[in-house]
């Protein structure tokens, strides 16, 4: 069975601070794959990031940047230097490679930034 | 990036009333999925759909159901809603692993 683990349900940070989100996750798979979304009170998900579990190359995206790590089983995402518009809910999310493409969605982290 | 919608984006009805929620997508990807959710809280997979013809229950039990006669449309139905439906439902459509969600239903029944 597969699962996604996010501990931290609220961040709150000021303008300017960075922000770490953590998702730690099972599955008995050697290939799988997992995700970053982002939900902004508009309600829409949006998708951020895809990582390949044969690539454990970290990635960065102007302020987002993402750190992969097998041994820990370990996904976490980073905000720097985070802006208002940063204010949303970011899902972690996992598929192994014989789900065909279904998603197991970690519970969430609020991420507030107050100016 | 895939271009999908969803509509009505809000909608408040009576129970008993039969709805369906619409999603069409003008990508040509073969896997849709509708998955429901409270605001701000975990999203669970409904249904599913690999192709035309093809549908399957997702990890969270619903008595919704849906159909899949065109691979750009693909429709959630509620024979008689009750308001242990009142939630936001996400469509999300692709052509490989990566999900791409429409604007969601806001859904309340009274």
């Known amino acids: 069975a597969q699962k996604v683990t996010q501990a931290q349900t609220e961040i709150s940070v000021v303008e300017k601070e960075d922000v770490t989100l953590d998702c730690v996750y099972e599955?008995?798979?050697?290939?799988?794959?997992l995700f970053w979304y982002k939900q902004p009170p508009s309600g829409e998900l949006v998708f951020l990031i895809r990582r390949n579990s044969f690539d454990e190359q970290n990635e960065i995206s102007g302020r987002y940047s993402w750190n992969f790590q097998k041994s820990t089983s370990s996904f976490n995402f980073t905000i720097t230097a985070s802006q208002v518009v940063d204010s949303a809910v970011y899902f972690c999310a996992l598929s192994e490679a014989g789900s065909w493409g279904k998603l197991q969605f970690g519970a969430g982290t609020q991420v507030v930034v107050t100016p | 990036e895939a271009d999908i919608y969803q509509t009505p984006r809000y909608l408040v009805i009576g129970t008993g009333k039969k709805i369906t929620l619409e999603c069409s997508q003008t990508?040509?990807?073969?896997?849709m999925y509708w998955y429901q959710q409270d605001p701000g809280m975990e999203l669970h997979l409904i249904h599913y759909s690999y192709g035309v013809n093809s549908t399957e229950k997702g990890d969270l039990s619903s008595e919704s159901t849906v159909s899949r006669i065109r691979t750009e449309h693909f429709p959630l139905t509620l024979e008689s809603a009750r308001p242990s439906h009142t939630s936001q439902y996400l469509c999300a459509s692709s052509w490989s692993y990566e999900q791409y969600f429409g604007p969601g239903t806001r859904l309340t029944v009274t």
């Open positions: 990508m040509g990807h073969d896997k």
């Open positions: 599955t008995r798979d050697t290939t799988y794959y």
